[in-house]
């Protein structure tokens, strides 16, 4: 809460919680000033985290919870003291739901895990794998912690997963850490898996340094996205390195998250052979994830030439070999904070199989994407948009990252946003689609160019066109092959007010939906605006006769 001209505002966010806990924690050094207790930053932070309030939640949602610095005070003074009266403290975090996003290990690969340990006195951290299997192929066995950093108060410690060779299962045990007479053990569950059905390269180079804290297999802007692959039959490698055709050959999809920051150092640019090297990756059928931030300019800050998010030159040289392009719309970050953009929703159009059971998704305010040739727009504010080659490659840009984190699609598995995020998974995966080339709507017809796809090879039969007219099957659609069993155009007559219901499957699957409602408002679009719609030529006859009539009538008076 902060106070205003008119009273208490609510505001959040790290802009406004960091002078906040930073006020209270100078209250606290001059408390143990004034008694004459030692501190450090170890101290300071564990007795910080250890007295929050908890809400029973994942430590991705709450974090460490509420700030309670009553709790942060009493724990100081009441712990353990070493010789020199200084405090022995010890935290490590997670400690809910250690790992979430990592459970779900593969055969033959490697994996880092990553937990913090922060401690009063890191020179006698003492930390311990046990497992609790009683068979040869312990925990331990592929486990083992990296050398701990003695020198800081606050740290990363990883644990080293090498599962090469060892049997589909579940392994389980703790890791004990000590401090003198502090002792924390944190559970931890792996779950073995067959080896992947298919890899992903997760692209850390190109990622701007602001957002390098959260992302990873348990940050929370991409932690959920990589375990829904995990799930899915997939395996995430986090790549930090210049791309080329050489690293790409060895994945199936390549993962770009929130490239080319233009308020970072390099080295997030990408080298035009690089883009070459992407470029080939789809054309030759492999996929892609590109997902940013944006571009926003500071008036504040104008005069200094600072520029927060996205540098679309570079973005563009890249996402142009792809039929798209980004668009700045001018918005300024005064104006982004002030619209409450993350708040916003994005509709969904169902015109590909990304749109199934999605009817909005979260957002930032964005800016958007033109599309021409073989590019699609998926949402109804151009903010998502896909791309196929010839060959099957996809490639989907999105300028929103939001369906992509823990914060919308973990809290409600159920929600737009967790199922956006699985049908992106299963978009990429599927053999068998249906690729849409041209799409046209007016007031008198539908029409759709696709091809149907199977490892990239056409597949040379009819698909089943199905069309509903307020629930009751019609007859008023064209279908016709366009080149050799490989490309069709479907016309869909919509003349008539009603919803329309279209379906196209193939072998009894389901590909693509589309639904629309027409009626009479829908005629005086301006967008739309045709003479030769039926309803309009009713009008005329209508607006004919009355003032046909009223002339009559006055001729005759007269």
Known sequence: MTTTLIGYSAVSGTSMSTPLVTGGLATIISGLKAQEIPYNTGVLKAALMNGATKFNQSELIQGQGFVHFNNTWNNITSAAKDENNLPIMLEATPQTGFFEHLTNIRQNTETLIPFTVITSHPENIIITLKSSQQTEQSYTSFTEILPVNTSQFSQLVYLNIKPQMFDVGTYGGQIEIKVRDEEISLDIEL????????????????????????????????????EKINQAGGWVDIVDSRLDANILQSYDIIWIPDPFRSDSPEPTGMGSDEVAAIREFVE??????????????????????????????????????????????????????????????????????????????????????????????????????????????????????????????????????????????????????????EYSQNNMTLAHEFSILRDGLPINSDPLVLVKKDGIIQNVSEFEELVDGTRFKLTVDISKSGQYEVLIQHEDTEYLRWIISKNLSHVFDSDNFNLSDPVFIAIGIVIFLGVASYLLINRRHQ
């Open 191 to 226: 779950i073995l898996q067959a080896e992947p059905d298919f890899k992903v390269l997760f692209d850390v180079y190109h990622t701007g340094s602001e957002f390098a804290g959260s992302i990873g297999r348990a940050g929370y802007r991409t932690g959920t996205f990589i």
């Open 284 to 437: 030759n059928g492999g996929d892609v994830i590109i997902h940013y931030l944006g571009l926003f300019e500071d008036p504040y800050i104008a005069q200094l030439d600072n520029v927060f998010g996205t540098d679309l030159t570079m973005l563009n040289s890249l996402i142009g070999n792809f039929d798209m392009e980004a668009v700045y719309n001018g918005e300024g970050l005064a104006e982004y904070f002030l619209s409450e953009g993350a708040l916003d929703h994005e509709l969904i159009l169902n015109t590909s199989r990304i749109g199934y059971g999605v009817e909005k998704i979260s957002k930032y305010a964005t800016n958007k994407i033109s599309t021409n040739g073989r590019a699609t727009l998926v949402t109804e504010d151009s903010s998502i948009a896909t791309y196929t080659s010839e060959l099957g490659g996809r490639v989907l840009v999105s300028s929103t990252d939001a369906w992509f984190t823990s914060i919308f699609a973990d809290n409600d598995p159920t929600s737009s946003d967790s199922k956006f995020t699985a049908n992106v998974i299963d978009w990429f995966n599927q053999d068998e689609r249906i690729v849409v080339f």
